[in-house]
Nanobody, 125 residues
Framework: QVQLVESGGGLVQAGASLRLSCAAS????????MGWFRQAPGKEREFVAA???????DYADSVKGRFTISRNNAENTMYLQMNSLKPEDTAIYYC???????????????????WGQGTQVSVSS
């Protein structure tokens, strides 16, 4: 069983930056694909970014060029650096872990086996 704990959310103005962290328990973190998803009020959960166990990354078009996903396997932690935040980035952000072996990061939430509890990001205009 893997436990994921997100942190780093908050309320910021448009144009500001935030860095989200996802701390994972267990010894197999380096072998997991990891992803960030978000869910805004009244909307479905959507893919934000992901990194495979090989370090290959993928981003949603809406965040490409503004967000950067990274991981530190020695610290069992994944990050999401969010720059140039927009009001439409407001959502609860979730991290997730994929036990699969693909070197291609997954965009589908159904591919992920473990989820964190989420952290709120609010961006005011």
């Amino acid at each position: 069983q893997v436990q994921l704990v997100e942190s780093g959310g908050g309320l910021v103005q448009a144009g500001a930056s935030l860095r989200l962290s996802c701390a994972a328990s267990g010894r197999a973190f380096s072998s997991y694909g990891m992803g960030w998803f978000r869910q805004a009020p009244g909307k479905e959960r959507e893919f934000v970014a992901a990194t495979s166990w090989r370090g290959i990354t993928d981003y949603a078009d809406s965040v490409k060029g503004r967000f950067t996903i990274s991981r530190n396997n020695a610290e069992n932690t994944m990050y999401l650096q969010m720059n140039s935040l927009k009001p439409e980035d407001t959502a609860i952000y979730y991290c997730a872990a994929d036990r699969g072996t693909s070197i291609i990061p997954a965009r589908e939430g159904s591919r992920y086996d473990y989820w964190g509890q989420g952290t709120q990001v609010s961006v005011s205009s």
